[in-house]
């Protein structure tokens, strides 16, 4: 069965830091392009980051360039999102989803954890 589950969401003040955790079972992640999305209540799934599967090249949304860091660990079978400098904006369910590309359209992905929630909040 495969599987993906996230981890790490939390209440963060703004300015601080969380990493997030996408673990893997059923499947080796390094054969998929990871991404990583988030959805705030009332807005569209948005497309945050992704790692490439070949390469780990990683993509960011203009959004989070330069604040968050997307990266794999082979051996753990389990990808992160590490999250700096974190904004009120940043609040929403993080979900990791697993596909053959990258992309920003939630509709290229196949497989998809069930969401971990950050809330970035004074």
């Known amino acids: 069965q495969l599987q993906l589950v996230e981890n790490g969401g939390g209440l963060v003040q703004p300015g601080g830091s969380l990493r997030l955790s996408c673990a893997a079972s059923?499947?080796?992640?390094?054969?998929?392009?990871i991404g990583w999305f988030r959805q705030a209540p009332g807005k569209e799934r948005e497309g945050v980051s992704c790692?490439?599967?070949?390469?780990?090249?990683?993509y960011y949304a203009d959004s989070v360039e330069g604040r968050f860091t997307i990266s794999r660990d082979s051996a753990k079978n389990t990808v992160y999102l590490q999250m700096n400098s974190l904004k009120p904006e940043d609040t929403a369910v993080y979900y990791c989803a697993a596909g053959h590309r990258c992309s920003s359209y939630y509709s290229t992905y196949d497989y998809w954890g069930q969401g971990t929630q950050v809330t970035v909040s004074s």
């Open positions: 059923g499947f080796a992640l390094d054969y998929y392009h």
């Open positions: 790692i490439s599967s070949a390469d780990a090249k990683p």
